[in-house]
């Protein structure tokens, strides 16, 4: 039985390009096509496909947010130009079951495609690499203080890092300034002892366990 795919993205051309080569292979099946989140969450729950082959950014609702619907749906596999760090933290936190850069060769998304029908998860060779450098380099533990020492604002925005929102995501979020959510961003950082965003992600998901 082939594999059923939904593919998801604003940009038509991309699409297109992702649905030829899913569609010229004997075992993957591509049941619909979606140009932004909203679309793709109620597309998904139609078809009821195997796996998602889902954008970050687009337009109504955000790639991330859209997974985190599809949670029990379908298996959702987060294929992306954006290497961003924090996008693979919110990605994993909203149940995606991989992560792609849309610089993957087109032999190589077939094979995750595959993976992720399996049940098995997936990650960029090179977003690996980093997410492990992050995992040295974190600090020793903290106890749960350290978090219930940040202000209600400051922990809404750790909460938003962690779901792998930017400045000006979690400024809209939130309504407020981009300036004074990228000031939010590094005292929380400084009050928990953090280098970076992925850092705070990673301590965020330790935090909530």
Known sequence: MAIRVVVADDHAAVRA????????????????????????????????????????????????SATRELAGVADVLILTTFDVDEYVFGALRAGAAGFLLKN??????VEAVRVVARGDGLISPAVTRRLIS??????????????SGLTP???????????GLSNAEIAKELD????????????????????????????????EE
Not at 104 to 109: I, P, Q, R
Not at 134 to 147: C, G, I, K, N, S
Not at 153 to 163: D, G, I, S, T
């Open 17 to 64: 390009g992702i649905v030829l080569i899913l569609g010229g292979v004997d075992d993957i099946e591509v049941v619909g096509e979606a140009a932004d989140g909203e679309e793709a969450v109620a597309l998904a729950r139609e078809k009821r496909p195997d796996v998602v082959l889902m954008d970050v950014r687009m337009p109504r609702l955000d790639g991330i």
């Open 104 to 109: 993957t060769d087109a032999e190589s998304l």
């Open 134 to 147: 992050a995992f040295a380099e974190m600090p020793p533990p903290r106890d749960r203080q350290a978090v």
């Open 153 to 163: 604002r400051e922990r809404e925005v750790l909460a938003c890092v962690a779901r």
């Open 176 to 207: 407020m300034a981009e300036a004074t959510t990228k000031t939010h961003v590094s005292r929380v950082l400084g009050k928990l002892g953090l280098k970076s965003r992925v850092q705070a992600a990673i301590y965020y998901s330790a935090y």
